[in-house]
Nanobody, 116 residues
Framework: QVQIVESGGGLVQPGGSLRLSCAAS????????MNWYRQAPGKERELVAS????????NYADSVKGRFTISRDNAKNTVYLQMNSLKPEDTAVYYC?????????WGRGTQVTVSS
């Protein structure tokens, strides 16, 4: 059974940091393009960061470049999103996604709130 569970969200002050985790079961994350998306209230879901399958090529939205880092631990079958220098506009529900040519898996999301 395929499952993605995000964790690590919470309330943080502007300028703070959080590390989100995406624990996968039922598929091997290294064989999938793994993505982090976010959706703020009243806005469309947007792609934040991606890491390639079978490698470590990464891509980021312009709004998070230099602040967020996506990484993968193959031994733990887990993907991470390190978020530094957080801003109020980073407030959103963050979703982990695993995608291949045939399959598209989503977690239920974790809330990140950046506020003083």
């Amino acid at each position: 059974q395929v499952q993605i569970v995000e964790s690590g969200g919470g309330l943080v002050q502007p300028g703070g940091s959080l590390r989100l985790s995406c624990a996968a079961s039922g598929f091997i994350v290294s064989r999938y393009v793994m993505n982090w998306y976010r959706q703020a209230p009243g806005k469309e879901r947007e792609l934040v960061a991606s890491i390639s399958s079978y490698g470590d090529n990464t891509n980021y939205a312009d709004s998070v470049k230099g602040r967020f880092t996506i990484s993968r631990d193959n031994a733990k079958n887990t993907v991470y999103l390190q978020m530094n220098s957080l801003k109020p506009e980073d407030t959103a529900v963050y979703y982990c996604n695993g995608r291949s040519y045939l399959y598209d898996y989503w977690g239920r999301g974790t809330q990140v709130t950046v506020s003083s």
